[in-house]
């Protein structure tokens, strides 16, 4: 059962607000970012909670939001079906949605690989705003940062890692 963001807590300085949390899921807003990690494989119910926040947050901010979308090392990859749904949920946004981060953890060949079969999948979305992998929340951070103000990078990256430890606690 996901967490309303009625229930959520505010984090540190109110730099970080859980909006919700799912089994192996939280999506965070971090001043113009909306945050999704992943910490299991993505399903159609963890999908729509990742996707409903992302509405949530570009409708508030219409082209003022980043999205970063983080995948925790050893995550199962999303099925088809998931992929063209992230598709068509970045392309329905259009210019509202700034830029958007992938960041896939993990060293090693597999998340290299990982990385380099999802960027391609980046050619067949219909979107205007940019998109690009990355292997850490910092490399994405400092990408996204170019699109938005998220302040200073290492701050945005322990706001990440509270907001992971979220997940810790499920």
Known sequence: MAQSSQDAPKLR?????????????????????????????????????????????????????????????????????IRKASSTMVTDLGQD?????????????KAAISRTVLSGIVFLIRSPSPIKYFESAASGAAWLAQFAPIGNIGSFVDQIEIVRGSLAKR
Do not use: Y
């Open 97 to 109: 949605l700034k830029a958007v981060a992938i960041v896939i953890e993990g060293t090693g060949f």
């Open 13 to 81: 300085d109110g730099k970080a607000e859980l909006v919700q949390i799912g089994d192996g899921i939280v999506v965070a807003q971090i001043g113009p970012v909306c945050a999704a990690i992943w910490r299991k494989q993505p399903t159609a119910d963890r999908f729509e909670i990742q996707r409903s926040c992302l509405h949530a947050a570009v409708k508030k901010r219409p082209g003022n939001t980043v999205f970063m979308c983080l995948v925790e090392a050893g995550t199962e990859p999303p099925d088809d079906n």
